[in-house]
């Protein structure tokens, strides 16, 4: 029994879909870290409570970027098979 190339090229691309996924980690960590500092500086400062949220919801997007493009590359891989026939 043995491996053909398409099958090889299949299983490499769901090993690095997986792989992928991973990147998701890290916005999940950062965004609860900023959440969690963001809502200390509005209990010693809860004037600033506006300017606090308007600034952790922009950093919170643009660091969910990072976790859209690993799905985005993981669909790829796992749906767009280049080298399939």
Known sequence: MGISGQDLIFACSAIGAGLAMIA???PGVGQGIAAGLAANAV???PGAKGDITST???GQ???ETTGL???L???LLMFVKPFGG
């Open 73 to 75: 590359v993981a669909i």
């Open 61 to 63: 997007a643009v660091a």
């Open 24 to 26: 998701g980690i890290g």
């Open 56 to 58: 952790m919801l922009l």
């Open 69 to 71: 493009y690993g799905l």
């Open 43 to 45: 209990g010693r400062n």
